[in-house]
Nanobody
Framework: VQLVESGGGLVQAGESLRLSCAAS????????MAWFRQAPGREREFVCA???????YYVDSVKGRFTISRDNAKNTVYLQMNSLKPEDAAVYSC????????????????WGQGTTVTVSS
């Protein structure tokens, strides 16, 4: 499956942004789809994921602010990010795996190229 992210940009703290991950060569509902992020000088970090069943998982730092969703008709996964903080700034990447949710980026087989989110304070 090929993944292409879009929607990154520059926002001010407190604002919102929605990222998209368009898939081809496979259906998003057949995979565990996840979002990871990597800030400069830091390791890639699990943000959230959605299982084939639709059940979402979030890292504690984004719970209540971020929402992962899936549009099967468009074969696209979204990440709605609200109340953004400067510490949310990173390159956000979409990933897929055929098994269940895993927070380790090494466990994902398919990756997009990433989209950059910048949050000014």
């Amino acid at each position: 499956v090929q993944l292409v992210e879009s929607g990154g940009g520059l926002v001010q703290a407190g604002e919102s942004l929605r990222l998209s991950c368009a898939a081809s060569g496979g259906t998003v509902s057949s995979y565990t789809m996840a979002w990871f992020r990597q800030a400069p000088g830091r390791e890639r970090e699990f943000v959230c994921a959605i299982r084939w069943s639709g059940e979402p998982y979030y890292v504690d730092s984004v719970k209540g602010r971020f929402t992962i969703s899936r549009d099967n008709a468009k074969n696209t996964v979204y990440l709605q990010m609200n109340s953004l903080k400067p510490e949310d700034a990173a390159v956000y990447s979409c990933a897929a795996r055929t098994r269940g949710v895993n927070s380790l980026y090494t466990q994902y087989n398919y990756w997009g190229q990433g989209t950059t989110v910048t949050v000014s304070s």
